[in-house]
């Protein structure tokens, strides 16, 4: 009489990969609604910085019949509200991004490797472009905000002064240019905080004879 005994040791259960699956779908749900939010956030941003650049402030020239002295009179102010509005709006979406990421310094380690590499470029990249950005919103918003005094008109000839042509542009550009290297950071990070390590398996037969 033969008996055949058979042992199988597996490192990884049927349960637990349907517990894997389930973890990395609602990580995926979670990675989707942060890109979603990131990008949208930026999108009002870059609206905004737009909208300042064509609202830009102007002035115009005008004679104090009285004094002998020449004044501006600026038109709408409202850039100055859309530049503040579009400096939020971008700093929302950066802290949201860190936020979840925790400045990838603070939670999960990165799994070593090319993702690993590429999070941290992006993540470098992404905080210089949005730093001009942010800069050129807020000066762009502070300038615009500046409205000439009285100057007489004997001593010197003088212009309104008002923001150049291009600051609130160049913030809409680098606001598109963080957004980006935003989902690009995000994308390579939720990799390589979710690679799953190296999974081994061995099967052990053994045969009896009585």
């Given at each position: 009489m033969f008996t055949h005994i058979h042992i199988y040791t597996h490192t990884e259960t049927y349960t637990e990969r349907e517990r894997e699956?389930?973890?990395?779908?609602?990580?995926?749900?979670?990675?989707?609604?942060?890109?979603?939010?990131?990008?949208?956030?930026?999108?009002?941003?870059?609206?905004?910085?737009?909208?300042?650049?064509?609202?830009?402030?102007?002035?115009?020239?005008?004679?104090?019949?009285i004094t002998n002295q020449t004044y501006c009179v600026y038109h709408s102010d409202v850039a100055t509200g859309y530049g503040v509005g579009g400096f939020l709006f971008l700093l929302s979406s950066e802290s949201l991004l860190m936020g979840v990421t925790k400045c990838m310094c603070f939670g999960r380690p990165l799994a070593p490797g090319g993702n690993r590499a590429w999070t941290i470029i992006y993540f470098m990249a992404s905080w210089a472009t949005f730093l001009v950005a942010e800069a050129c919103l807020i000066a762009g918003a502070k300038s615009n905000a500046y409205h000439t005094k009285y100057r007489n008109m004997i001593y010197a000839d003088f212009s309104c002064e008002t923001l150049r042509k291009g600051v609130f542009i160049a913030g809409a550009v680098f606001v598109v240019a963080t957004m980006v290297?935003?989902?690009?950071?995000?994308?390579?990070?939720?990799?390589?905080?979710?690679?799953?390590?190296?999974k081994t398996g061995s099967t052990v037969g053994m045969t009896g004879k009585v």
């Amino acid at each position: 009489m033969f008996t055949h005994i058979h042992i199988y040791t597996h490192t990884e259960t049927y349960t637990e990969r349907e517990r894997e699956r389930e973890r990395e779908m609602g990580e995926g749900k979670g990675s989707s609604l942060v890109h979603l939010l990131v990008i949208v956030l930026s999108l009002v941003a870059f609206g905004f910085a737009i909208a300042a650049e064509r609202r830009r402030s102007t002035g115009t020239l005008h004679e104090d019949k009285i004094t002998n002295q020449t004044y501006c009179v600026y038109h709408s102010d409202v850039a100055t509200g859309y530049g503040v509005g579009g400096f939020l709006f971008l700093l929302s979406s950066e802290s949201l991004l860190m936020g979840v990421t925790k400045c990838m310094c603070f939670g999960r380690p990165l799994a070593p490797g090319g993702n690993r590499a590429w999070t941290i470029i992006y993540f470098m990249a992404s905080w210089a472009t949005f730093l001009v950005a942010e800069a050129c919103l807020i000066a762009g918003a502070k300038s615009n905000a500046y409205h000439t005094k009285y100057r007489n008109m004997i001593y010197a000839d003088f212009s309104c002064e008002t923001l150049r042509k291009g600051v609130f542009i160049a913030g809409a550009v680098f606001v598109v240019a963080t957004m980006v290297l935003n989902v690009y950071y995000y994308m390579y990070f939720t990799k390589a905080t979710t690679q799953p390590a190296r999974k081994t398996g061995s099967t052990v037969g053994m045969t009896g004879k009585v």
